[in-house]
Antibody, heavy 121, light 105 residues
Framework: EVLLVESGGGLVQPGGSLRLSCAASGFIFSDQYMDWVRQAPGKGLEWVGRIRTQPKGHSTDYAASVKGRFTISRDDSKKSLYLQIRSLKIEDTAVYYC????????????WGQGTLVTVSS | DIQMAQSPSSLSASVGDRVTITCRASQSISRALNWYQQKPGKAPRLLIFIASNLQSGVPSRFRGSGSGTDFTLTITSLQPEDSATYYCQQSYSIPTFGGGTKVEI
């Protein structure tokens, strides 16, 4: 069974930092692009960013709204995906989903259960 | 970025009804369009990929069509368990989602 389990969410003050993790199992992690998608309370889905595979240099792309503050990384040996978030803003409050993006990023499946990040003073 | 305009934003229908949700891209995306279903408190679930391909385990009453800029998700006979919010997503370039359609029974 393909499984993605996020962790690391919590309550953070504005300006703070947080590192989210995603543990993958049930598939060849190193062969797949991986994405982060977030959803603010009561709002729609917002794509956050992507990290590609080693043959693609583990290259990354980010949404304009997070570029420069968010960093996606991966450890293929640990089958783990990470999202480092800096300079957190109130509007970063959301559930953050770890998602497999297939070998070419054509579609997103499956999704993790999500981890809630709350930015508040 | 490619913008995805989804309509309607919400709808109410009865069990057995045929329901249609549309998604329009701001530029041609060929068939690089996916559909997801999200129930309250749950993660989204892939329904349709590459415009018209049914994901494994998804009931056949869900159908996707379209190409270029205009796409449609059709539920041919609405069931109580289809109450959810549906999102389109383009994968032609940096991913973007439509705003969602809330379907109430």
């Amino acid at each position: 069974e393909v499984l993605l389990v996020e962790s690391g969410g919590g309550l953070v003050q504005p300006g703070g930092s947080l590192r989210l993790s995603c543990a993958a199992s049930g598939f060849i992690f190193s062969d797949q692009y991986m994405d982060w998608v977030r959803q603010a309370p009561g709002k729609g889905l917002e794509w956050v960013g992507r990290i590609r595979t080693q043959p693609k240099g583990h290259s990354t792309d980010y949404a304009a709204s997070v570029k420069g503050r968010f960093t996606i990384s991966r450890d293929d040996s640990k089958k783990s995906l990470y999202l480092q978030i800096r300079s957190l803003k109130i509007e970063d409050t959301a559930v953050y989903y770890c998602v497999r993006a297939t070998s070419d990023g054509d579609w997103l499946d499956p999704w993790g259960q999500g981890t809630l990040v709350t930015v508040s003073s | 970025d490619i913008q995805m305009a989804q309509s309607p934003s919400s709808l109410s229908a009865s069990v057995g009804d045929r329901v249609t949700i549309t998604c329009r891209a701001s530029q041609s995306i060929s068939r690089a369009l996916n559909w997801y279903q999200q129930k309250p408190g749950k993660a989204p679930r892939l329904l349709i990929f590459i415009a018209s391909n049914l994901q494994s385990g998804v009931p056949s009453r869900f159908r996707g069509s379209g190409s270029g800029t205009d796409f449609t998700l059709t539920i041919t006979s609405l069931q109580p368990e289809d109450s959810a919010t549906y999102y389109c997503q383009q994968s032609y370039s940096i991913p973007t989602f439509g705003g969602g359609t809330k379907v109430e029974i």
